[in-house]
């Protein structure tokens, strides 16, 4: 299994640009994760999907954050516009059940100038 | 909300040494599992834990699981250089979503 593969691994862009994430889940997973960490607040969940349905984004920072998983082996992140402190290390997960034994993927490391 | 408080917030020792770290919480747990972040990747899943007093090995590497279910414990024996990096201790919330602690941040000197 090739395990959860994240594109692009390096984003650098300018402010107001639009960012677009994107994860390929384990195949037969039936919840994926995206998470952020940064130094200063750790790893945060940022929203999951079951079953390709968005079930909780509470953790989305602000509108300029989306999430779409339009099939079972494909999830973006999108940021429009993107603003200096998005820059993080934006890592997508999935898993068979719910919550334990969650496998990341290599992340994306995201620069907003 | 449920939180998970690691200890140490980060280590620097010399390489052979044997490492411990904890992981508390307030709330209860049911599953506890380690994590270990190599610089430049995402966390990896070293070791999982299921019942309470739970001793579970990974090579060097040996997790306990609290009784009071609100505390678990990472040991890692005769450390090496790979050994560097993040590990995490995480748990499934009330609502499901998988928790993590802060991490603790492991250097070893060769």
């Known amino acids: 299994d090739a395990g959860v593969i994240q594109s692009p691994r390096h984003e650098v862009t300018e402010m107001g640009q639009e960012v677009t994430l994107r994860c390929k889940p384990i195949?037969?997973?039936?919840?994926l994760f995206w998470y952020r960490q940064t130094m200063m607040r750790g790893l945060e969940l940022l929203i999951y999907?079951?079953?390709?349905?968005?079930?909780?984004d509470s953790g989305m920072p602000e509108d300029r954050f989306s999430a779409k998983m339009p099939n079972a082996s494909f999830s973006t992140l999108k940021i429009q516009p993107s603003e200096p402190r998005d820059s993080a290390v934006y890592f997508c997960a999935s898993t068979r059940i719910q919550g334990p034994e969650a496998f990341f993927g290599q992340g994306t490391r995201l620069t907003v100038v | 909300g449920q939180q998970l408080n690691q200890s140490p917030q980060s280590m620097f020792i010399q390489e052979g040494e044997d490492v411990s770290m904890n992981c508390t919480s307030s709330?209860?747990?049911?599953?506890w599992l380690w994590y270990k972040q190599d610089p430049g990747e995402g966390p990896v899943l070293l070791i999982a834990?299921?019942?309470?007093?739970e001793l579970t090995s990974n090579g060097r590497l040996t997790a306990q699981f609290g009784i009071t279910r609100k505390d678990s414990f990472l040991n890692i024996s005769a450390s090496i250089p790979s050994d560097v990096g993040i590990y995490f201790c995480?748990?499934?919330?009330?609502?499901?979503?998988?928790?993590f602690g802060q991490g603790t941040t492991l250097q070893v000197k060769p």
């Open positions: 995480a748990g499934p919330g009330n609502t499901g979503k998988l928790i």
């Open positions: 709330s209860i747990f049911n599953t």
């Open positions: 195949s037969g997973h039936d919840y």
């Open positions: 834990l299921y019942k309470a007093g």
């Open positions: 999907f079951n079953n390709n349905v968005p079930i909780d």
